[in-house]
């Protein structure tokens, strides 16, 4: 069984498109907490270095309006990204369920192969214990004088 789901997962994912390679890894790098350290060490650098190193030649000052614009930049690549992604392992849940839904089909109709089996069995075993039953009986029948 894991089997058949790595094989459908890696054949799955031989056939993404450079694109949807790309927004999953983003999104995993993004939805990490080493990214989110990097970019909280990032702001605080960007604070520190236009703020007290570059205080009087500093290319973005207090507010900074340049880093406001790169966030909002970033925020919106964030979301489609994420968007991006979020669709594609939409695709992969569909994908999945249905493949599930395929299995439970085709289980289901060898469970009930197996359940006739099953029955076919028990119909023999009562008439060969009939059988019996009717030898013995004959049997008994014919030893009494």
């Known amino acids: 069984m894991t ?5 459908w997962h890696r054949r799955h994912q031989e056939g993404l498109t450079p694109g ?27 604070a520190a270095l236009n703020s007290y190193v570059l205080a009087a030649s500093a290319w973005d000052p207090y507010p900074y309006i340049l880093l406001n614009l790169f966030l909002s930049m970033l925020a919106g690549l ?15 849940a569909s994908a999945m369920a249905q493949h599930d839904y395929e299995t439970d089909v085709r289980a289901a109709a060898h469970i009930e192969m197996l359940m006739n089996i099953n029955a076919e069995q028990l119909r023999l075993l009562q008439e ?3 059988m ?11 030893q009494r004088p």
């Open 3 to 7: 089997d058949i789901r790595s094989n």
């Open 128 to 130: 060969l214990r009939d």
């Open 20 to 46: 949807e390679r790309a927004a999953d890894t983003l999104r995993n790098g993004m939805g990490s907490w080493p990214f989110v350290g990097i970019f909280l060490a990032f702001m605080a650098a960007w």
């Open 132 to 142: 019996h039953g009717n030898v013995q009986a004959g049997n008994a029948g014919e």
């Open 78 to 92: 964030q979301g489609a990204i994420l968007l991006i992604a979020a669709k594609r392992q939409d695709a992969i």
